[in-house]
């Protein structure tokens, strides 16, 4: 039993982004988003749990990535496509967001055989990616009248981001990760850069929330500094 129970947190990952979807085309981005939260726990914990049980297995790190290519691929892509087709019907630019969906199906399939991302990430995450997506749906969703959904809602601002992104997550570009355990070791720089960004995100929290504004706009926030700070700290990847 102890070696199913990584893969069975795992599934849980994949159900709640299968829910994400159905919710996302029914046109709660809302409900969404909370499921693609859910999936990123469960993300998290199915390693955790391998760890702690000793249950590494090659089907789990396959299983790991075909739940992710849904949560954290197409889920992100089909919430910024119906995002974009809400306030611009009828144009083929609001497909331009699965170009996510394919940067991410590549990037997952290069993480598994890639060995230099053992202590970093080469590329962007795909749950950041995915969440900085969920969030930004879910908060046009939320605040219709805000200028970030005014922004949203012309017809070259989803589908440039949805670009932009979908190369980050293929890129050679080094990006931090809060990954620890034995033989991984920060430097001074990375440790740095970890603080800072985890004292922006918090203060990131009362600022939203003393402003009044809803709540989806912190983890979008977070995953645009996150972004930020390893493109300012850009460094030559190792080889």
Not at 160 to 179: A, Q
Request: net charge positive; hydrophobic share 55%.
């Amino acid at each position: 039993m102890r070696k199913h129970i990584p893969n069975t947190i795992t599934l849980m990952n994949l159900l709640c982004g299968s829910l994400g979807v159905i919710f996302t085309l029914k046109g709660q981005p809302q409900t969404a988003f909370l499921l693609m939260l859910g999936a990123s726990v469960f993300d998290w914990c199915d390693g955790l749990a391998a760890r702690l049980l000793g249950a590494y297995s090659d089907i789990g790190k396959e299983l790991d990535s075909l739940c992710d290519m849904v949560s954290f691929g197409l889920l992100p892509a089909l919430m910024l496509c119906c995002a974009m087709a809400a306030s611009n019907p009828c144009t083929v630019l609001s497909y331009v967001p699965l170009f996510i969906a394919l940067m991410s199906a590549l990037r997952l399939a290069k993480f598994n055989i890639d060995e230099r991302q053992h202590e970093s990430f080469l590329g962007l995450p795909t749950p950041a990616c995915a969440i900085l997506c969920g969030a930004l749906a879910s908060f046009i969703d939320a605040a219709p009248e805000s200028w970030l959904a005014g922004l949203a809602s012309s017809y070259w601002f989803i589908p440039v981001l949805s670009l932009c992104l979908g190369l980050l997550l293929v890129s050679e570009i080094p990006m931090f990760s809060f990954k620890f355990g034995k033989g991984i070791k920060a430097d001074k720089v990375t440790t740095i850069t970890r603080i800072v960004f985890l004292s922006l995100s918090v203060l990131s929290v009362p600022a939203v929330l003393l402003a009044g504004l809803h709540w989806t706009l912190i983890p979008l926030l977070v995953f645009v500094l996150y972004i930020l700070i390893n493109l300012v700290t850009l460094k030559k990847p190792a080889r």
